[in-house]
């Protein structure tokens, strides 16, 4: 029980801390201002190093449940932002 209480913890912190990096709050101004999405949760993040940049690009999910993806090409740059769509077959 302890240990599920520790892992809940440093789960909670690692999210509260993400969520105030300065590409997040970047990336939440743009998408309200571009596709008013209040941003709900990040799905997925990866780094690219172009240089002595290193470059956030993954999925989020919008709370009315729209998802983007997001990429930035260059630092200081708007994220690039594409709609998902799901596939269904």
Known sequence: MRGALVSAIWL???CAARASEPWVLV???QLIAEQQCA???INSVHWTRLGEDRLPAGM???ID???FEFSQLKRHLKFELEAW???LC
Do not use: K
Request: charged share 20%; aromatic share 6%; hydrophobic share 45%.
């Open 12 to 14: 909670l912190s690692f």
């Open 39 to 41: 941003l709900d949760t």
């Open 27 to 29: 990336l939440r101004q």
């Open 85 to 87: 769509e799901p596939i």
């Open 65 to 67: 449940g729209r998802a």
């Open 60 to 62: 989020i999910a919008c």
